[in-house]
T-cell receptor, first 115, second 117 residues
């Protein structure tokens, strides 16, 4: 059974700092990995999706890397801003039987960026 | 606006009530999902529908009854719930699993906050 772990559970940093969020998964047979952002009381917004054949993806100040063989991904946020404060979730997608595919989520990292 | 709309946003119901959550997507997707998000726990997949057919039921109690009349609409019918069922229920959609190799992103609605009293 796939398990996804995110470290740290919570992180508080001053504005402008570069930071790294970590995600690890136990079963490396994945199709892709996706990072999401969730604001309090809201749904999830997709940030980056990395295919299993890719090593990294970049969008603006965000960079996500994937090391599939070791079951690890990192989300790098450059020059953090108070607006980046949210919970960041990592999810891996894999086949759950036949043509079914499912996402398994971590518990998330709660990020607070202080002005 | 993600293209996935959920109603109601907030719902308080008694344990003997019957209510329904509704989800609608305008993205042309043909796979829809229900997830449950409880405090301090990872998102839990409940149901998956591909082309209106239920393809996954993740051991969800029968007091939760999904319905997918077409690829754009998904319902979650609720009856005789327990207080521990209080959570944020998230609907999501994507292209169907057979298109996974194209890297189909999954889109979530804003969620329905359910409180069972």
């Amino acid at each position: 059974k796939q398990e996804v772990t995110q470290i740290p559970a919570a992180l508080s940093v001053p504005e402008g700092e570069n930071l790294v969020l970590n995600c690890s998964f136990t079963d490396s047979a994945i199709y892709n990995l996706q990072w999401f952002r969730q604001d309090p009381g809201k749904g999830l917004t997709s940030l980056l999706l990395i295919q299993s054949s890719q090593r990294e993806q970049t969008s603006g100040r965000l960079n996500a890397s994937l090391d599939k063989s070791s079951g690890r991904s990192t989300l790098y946020i450059a020059a953090s801003q108070p607006g980046d404060s949210a919970t960041y979730l990592c999810a891996v997608r894999q086949n759950s039987g036949g043509s079914n595919y499912k996402l398994t989520f971590g518990k998330g990292t709660l990020l607070t960026v202080n002005p | 606006e993600t293209g996935v709309t959920q109603t109601p946003r907030h719902l308080v119901m008694g344990m003997t009530n019957k209510k329904s959550l509704k989800c609608e997507q305008h993205l042309g997707h043909n796979a829809m999902y229900w997830y449950k998000q409880s405090a301090k726990k990872p998102l839990e997949l409940m149901f998956v529908y591909n082309f209106k057919e239920q393809t996954e039921n993740n051991s969800v109690p029968s007091r939760f009854s999904p319905e997918c009349p077409n690829s754009s609409h998904l319902f979650l019918h609720l009856h005789t719930l327990q207080p521990e069922d209080s959570a944020l229920y998230l609907c999501a959609s994507s292209h169907a699993g057979t298109e996974v190799m194209s890297g189909n992103t999954i889109y979530f609605g804003e969620g329905s906050w359910l409180t069972v009293v």
